[in-house]
């Protein structure tokens, strides 16, 4: 199979190459389209909080249609169907894994890194592979979206919303878009805010019915939210979020950061009583949720797609204008006009 293949930071090849032979397999699927994260931005940069080995196949939003079952393990699933895989593959055995938090698993083996990722024709999964399944149709590039709907769904999830409160997102990548979206459309009360320098992302917003500030006019919102969502990975970003929430706000953090960051902790516990939450990875309600709501809403979300990249072209993805708009896609097999 063709394989995008990270040999170290800013060396890729495109090489014919077996399935992942680590692991008893439970099932293998045709990829259809995989998201394009900041982690993968990361990976190719070598700069990130990591501890990789290359070289590897990289790839962890996957989308893909089952091709092959192992007839030993039992499953739900059967050939044809489309499904969406999360990231990291539990071991069922530690103590996480008995609390059913899979997500949380301890051992930590991943797609993408450990195992050979979606940035290729074909993918194995591991038996124990977190896979849910499309029942309805969706369209290909929506279904790359599967993991990173899931990861703002989670995040809503990670702290108790309630009726017309004030909500802040730090940035409108690809999950802060998503959540901007989910938000909308799933608590109309919440009174939604979005921390954005892009006019374009601006216009959007506002065609949404969504308000939008920039960092040099937060200032103008301080002590008012009672949420703030970090989706951005940037430090600047964080502290004037904690200046922008109430004195008993909830933070909940859920973007990547390159490097340590220093803030004044008498934000949280001095000047104001704040809750610090920290996000992880989508778990298996907040797939399901993700599957259901892409499902029901994909003709509005097109949007969110804001680049398509193959084999031929997929080193030009990081330097892009469009992998900082909203979410790029993989796409093994480019459908015509894509």
């Given at each position: 199979?063709?394989?995008?293949?990270?040999?170290?930071?800013g060396?890729?090849?495109?090489i014919d190459?077996?399935?992942?032979?680590?692991?008893?397999?439970?099932?293998?699927?045709?990829?259809?389209?995989?998201?394009?994260?900041?982690?993968d931005?990361?990976?190719?940069?070598?700069?990130h909080?990591?501890?990789?080995?290359?070289?590897?196949?990289?790839?962890?939003?996957?989308f893909?249609?089952v091709?092959?079952?192992?007839?030993?393990?039992?499953?739900?699933?059967?050939?044809?169907?489309?499904?969406?895989?999360?990231?990291?593959?539990?071991c069922?055995?530690c103590?996480l894994?008995?609390?059913?938090?899979?997500?949380?698993?301890?051992?930590?083996?991943?797609f993408?890194?450990?195992?050979k990722?979606?940035?290729?024709?074909?993918i194995?999964?591991?038996?124990?592979?977190?896979?849910?399944?499309?029942?309805?149709?969706?369209?290909?590039?929506?279904?790359?979206l599967?993991?990173?709907?899931?990861n703002a769904?989670?995040?809503?999830?990670?702290?108790?919303?309630?009726?017309?409160?004030?909500v802040?997102?730090?940035?409108?990548?690809?999950?802060?878009?998503?959540?901007?979206?989910?938000?909308?459309?799933?608590?109309?009360?919440?009174?939604?805010?979005?921390?954005?320098?892009s006019?374009?992302?601006?216009?959007?917003?506002e065609?949404?019915?969504?308000?939008?500030?920039?960092?040099?006019?937060i200032?103008?919102?301080?002590?008012?939210?009672?949420?703030?969502f970090?989706?951005?990975?940037?430090?600047?970003?964080f502290?004037?979020?904690?200046?922008?929430?109430?004195?008993?706000?909830?933070?909940?953090?859920?973007?990547?950061?390159?490097?340590?960051?220093i803030?004044?902790?008498?934000?949280?516990?001095?000047?104001?009583?704040?809750?610090?939450?920290?996000?992880?990875?989508?778990?298996?309600?907040?797939?399901?949720?993700?599957?259901?709501?892409?499902?029901?809403?994909?003709?509005?979300?097109?949007y969110?797609?804001?680049?398509?990249?193959?084999?031929?072209?997929?080193?030009?993805?990081?330097?892009?204008?469009?992998?900082?708009?909203?979410?790029?896609?993989?796409?093994?097999?480019?459908?015509?006009?894509?």
């Amino acid at each position: 199979m063709k394989t995008i293949t990270l040999n170290g930071p800013g060396s890729v090849s495109v090489i014919d190459q077996e399935l992942d032979q680590s692991f008893e397999r439970m099932a293998v699927l045709r990829v259809i389209s995989s998201g394009v994260s900041a982690a993968d931005s990361y990976l190719w940069s070598g700069n990130h909080p990591w501890n990789i080995s290359y070289p590897i196949v990289p790839g962890h939003e996957i989308f893909g249609e089952v091709i092959a079952l192992n007839s030993s393990v039992e499953t739900n699933l059967e050939i044809g169907t489309k499904v969406a895989v999360q990231v990291n593959v539990p071991c069922y055995e530690c103590e996480l894994c008995e609390k059913k938090k899979f997500n949380m698993c301890s051992v930590r083996k991943h797609f993408g890194s450990t195992f050979k990722g979606s940035f290729a024709e074909e993918i194995a999964l591991p038996i124990g592979s977190r896979v849910h399944t499309y029942q309805d149709h969706i369209d290909d590039l929506i279904g790359g979206l599967s993991e990173t709907m899931a990861n703002a769904i989670y995040c809503s999830r990670r702290t108790q919303l309630q009726d017309e409160e004030s909500v802040l997102i730090l940035g409108m990548g690809s999950i802060g878009a998503c959540l901007a979206q989910y938000l909308k459309s799933s608590y109309p009360n919440l009174k939604i805010t979005v921390l954005t320098s892009s006019d374009e992302k601006k216009l959007v917003l506002e065609k949404l019915g969504i308000k939008h500030v920039s960092l040099s006019e937060i200032e103008s919102i301080k002590d008012s939210c009672d949420v703030v969502f970090e989706t951005s990975g940037y430090a600047e970003n964080f502290k004037a979020g904690l200046n922008s929430l109430k004195p008993t706000g909830r933070a909940v953090i859920y973007g990547v950061f390159q490097k340590e960051m220093i803030f004044d902790f008498n934000q949280v516990s001095e000047f104001k009583e704040l809750t610090l939450i920290g996000g992880h990875l989508a778990d298996d309600n907040a797939f399901e949720m993700s599957i259901e709501f892409l499902t029901k809403y994909q003709d509005n979300l097109k949007y969110l797609v804001s680049n398509v990249v193959g084999f031929e072209n997929f080193t030009s993805a990081f330097s892009n204008p469009k992998f900082s708009q909203f979410k790029t896609i993989f796409q093994p097999k480019q459908r015509i006009g894509a």
